[in-house]
């Protein structure tokens, strides 16, 4: 029986697996996966969510299983760009999706890409969200500075530095539901 019989949420602030924060969610949830977690990809390109609020928006059957979804899982990893200095509106979007009956007491781990110097905008501004959400980030948290030298033409990470960061995010993302749980 695996140490963290969990369910984990991937969920990107950029459309496609192949995007920067798309390859970088899919990185941390390979590593959760490996620790013994059962762990799902939310693609916004092959199921978009509406804009909170657009006509039709509330009866969206890609609304209704993402919050299925999210109800379901234990803990989430997320990765949004940094767009003018804070998150993009399709992580935002994502989460105004979300309510505390979703996600109360769960925990996140959360990621950031930046064309730019790196920084915490974006994570923090990520942490105020789940705030209201009464969510649970954990404190190790990774932005990715400069983010175009970050993968190697496959898509793998090319620093050491980061991929251990990466690893100690997604094991105290586990660690941490695994007290809750107990
Ligand atoms: C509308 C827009 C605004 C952006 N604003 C910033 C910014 O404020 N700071 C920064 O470092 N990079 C900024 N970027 C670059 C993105 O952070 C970068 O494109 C993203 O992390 C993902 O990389 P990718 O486009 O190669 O997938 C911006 C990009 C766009 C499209």
Not at 9 to 28: D, I, Q, W
Not at 98 to 121: D, E, I, P
Request: charge should be negative; glycine fraction near 8%; charged fraction near 25%.
């Amino acid at each position: 029986m695996s140490n963290y019989p969990f369910k984990v949420l991937g969920l990107s602030g950029e459309y496609r697996p192949t995007s920067k924060c798309g390859m970088l969610v899919n990185h941390a949830l390979n590593i959760a996966e490996s620790l013994g977690a059962e762990v799902h990809f939310w693609d916004l390109d092959v199921k978009p969510l509406p804009l909170v609020g657009e006509d039709g928006c509330w009866e969206n059957e890609n609304v209704k299983e993402f919050q299925e979804l999210a109800t379901q899982c234990d803990a989430f990893l997320l990765s949004s760009p940094e767009y003018h200095g804070t998150m993009s509106g399709a992580m935002k979007n994502t989460l105004d999706w979300l309510y505390s009956k979703h996600v109360k007491g769960k925990v996140f781990g959360l990621m950031s890409t930046l064309g730019g110097a790196q920084n915490s905008n974006t994570l923090n501004h990520m942490r105020i969200s789940l705030r209201w959400l009464h969510a649970w980030p954990v404190p190790e948290q990774l932005a990715i500075g400069k983010v175009k030298e970050a993968f190697d033409d496959d898509g793998n990470l090319i620093h050491d530095d980061i991929k251990e960061r990466l690893e100690n995010l997604v094991k105290s993302v586990l660690n941490t539901t695994k007290k809750f749980s107990e």
